[in-house]
């Protein structure tokens, strides 16, 4: 797919530190000898090295050179359960809880983020979305200045006259259920910085409803208007506007005719969707009926590069998952 060899050819660029916590799942370990050949990441495995190495040796799978965190080290879980612990002792996490959480390998590959060992994490392989993204809550958190956690999916259709030749980022179609406002805007903030990462171009960002300018006023045309607005205040260096028809985004013509002297009608290629009813919609209907790839969902507005993967996913899926996390890493390294 011509987007990821675009993604891997950034992420060679400046490879970063990523932590693969699943390390008794053979694609993991698949993964990491993939990984390791691309350069797309320092992969660090999180386990017994004996058991890995074991296993590695097993699948015929080589690991020469690949770093294996084991989680049982004394030094780092007394550095670890402290850092844990003030993170979480006004939830009346004790220091025996702290020390045994930072034990198992999600958690050991979290704190190892924190406290800036590695670059970034995924998991999801053997874990749920929930499981991954509750540790990395508690590890690490919410990126400074922000309160939502969200995704976006890359969409890459087969009409390249829209968005960046036929690519799209489509969010939030998978986390947040009903999002307010201020929550939208910082979907859309988050997305758009992502685009221009991963795609090296320029965001558009078009707030998705209904409606266009005014077309109808409702309580949920409003909300999508107000956040419009709010990312404009919040982000006034990138290029967004709304409410807007999905058709008024995309087509030009019917951009000028709904919304003249819209900066983004017509041309944008970010979609903020109301609420995950209709991104997840969108996103399946698009994948399905328009036969578009989607890779996703990738997470966004945590403090440090964290990912999910699909428990169904493949090596190739986990490799392509970790080289977008090295370019987030990368994105995070920038703004430090």
Do not use: W
Not at 108 to 130: E, F, I, N, Y
Request: hydrophobic share 45%; aromatic share 6%.
């Amino acid at each position: 797919m011509a987007i990821m060899d675009e993604i891997r050819k950034l992420a060679v660029k400046a490879p970063k530190r990523i932590v693969l916590p699943e390390s008794d799942d053979e694609r993991i370990l698949r993964a990491t000898e993939m990984i390791t050949a691309a350069g797309t990441a320092i992969p660090v495995l999180v386990g017994d090295p004996g058991k890995i190495n074991e296993k590695a040796r097993n699948l015929g799978v080589a690991l020469d050179g690949v770093e294996i965190h084991d989680p049982s080290d004394s030094t780092f879980q007394r550095d670890a359960a402290r850092a844990y612990l003030e993170r979480m002792a006004r939830k009346g996490v004790t220091e025996d809880e702290a020390l045994s959480t930072v034990s198992q390998n999600l958690y050991s590959a979290c704190m190892l983020t924190a406290l800036g060992r590695a670059d970034g994490v995924v998991s999801g392989a053997t874990h749920t979305t929930g499981d991954s993204v509750r540790a990395y809550l508690r590890c690490f958190g919410v990126a400074e200045g922000f309160h939502t956690v969200s995704s976006f999916f890359i969409m890459v259709t087969k009409v390249e006259e829209y968005g960046e030749k036929g690519v799209l980022f489509y969010a939030d179609c998978a986390l947040v259920p009903y999002p307010d406002q201020a929550q939208l805007a910082e979907i859309a903030i988050c997305t758009a910085e992502n685009f221009r990462v991963l795609m090296n171009v320029e965001p558009v960002v078009a707030f998705l409803s209904f409606s266009t300018k005014g077309s109808a006023d409702t309580p949920e045309v409003e909300l999508v208007r107000n956040a419009a607005a709010t990312f404009k205040a919040r982000a006034p260096q990138l290029k967004g506007d709304g409410e807007l028809q999905a058709d008024a985004a995309l087509i030009p013509k019917i951009g000028a005719k709904k919304a003249p002297g819209s900066d983004v009608a017509g041309k944008a290629n970010v979609l903020i969707f109301p609420n995950l009813d209709a991104g997840n919609i969108a996103y399946k209907l698009t994948e399905r009926l328009g036969g578009a790839a989607a890779i996703g969902p990738v997470l966004q507005g945590l403090a440090a590069p964290a990912n999910d993967l699909s428990r169904g996913c493949s090596a190739e899926d986990v490799a392509d998952v970790v080289a977008i996390t090295t370019l987030q890493a990368q994105m995070a390294g920038n703004n430090s």
